[in-house]
């Protein structure tokens, strides 16, 4: 198992940036930090959650969501077992709880934390 616990959510104008963190405690799983896939993901009022963006354990490699490509950019620290997501240009539509979640194999973890708000107004 994989705790997390996100922050930097808050409130910001269209086209604003926030910067996301995520701190991970893999101690209950045996493995290090680096050896697991990370993600962000999120959950708009009345919608499901979905995925936005994963980086690889080393760093080298990154996903996003559509909707985000361009404007979102993951990374990690593995040192710090922290990642990050860095949101530029912000749009009303990326309103949402962001989730960050571990993956080790081709499973992202059951165990979410309380997430992070994001309210982007116009």
């Known amino acids: 198992q994989v705790q997390v616990v996100e922050s930097g959510g808050g409130l910001v104008q269209a086209g604003g940036s926030l910067r996301l963190s995520c701190t991970a405690s893999t101690r209950a799983s045996g493995r290090p930090f680096s050896t697991f896939t990370m993600g962000w993901f999120r959950q708009a009022p009345g919608k499901e959650r979905e995925f936005v963006a994963s980086?690889?354990?080393?760093?080298?490699?990154?996903g996003y969501a559509d909707s985000v490509k361009g404007r979102f950019t993951i990374s990690r620290d593995n040192a710090k077992n922290t990642v990050s997501l860095q949101m530029n240009n912000l749009k009303p539509e990326d309103t949402a709880v962001y989730y960050c979640?571990?993956?080790?194999?081709?499973?992202?973890?059951?165990?979410w934390g309380q997430g992070t708000r994001v309210t982007v107004s116009s």
């Open positions: 980086i690889l354990t080393t760093g080298t490699r990154t």
């Open positions: 979640n571990a993956k080790y194999g081709s499973t992202w973890s059951t165990n």
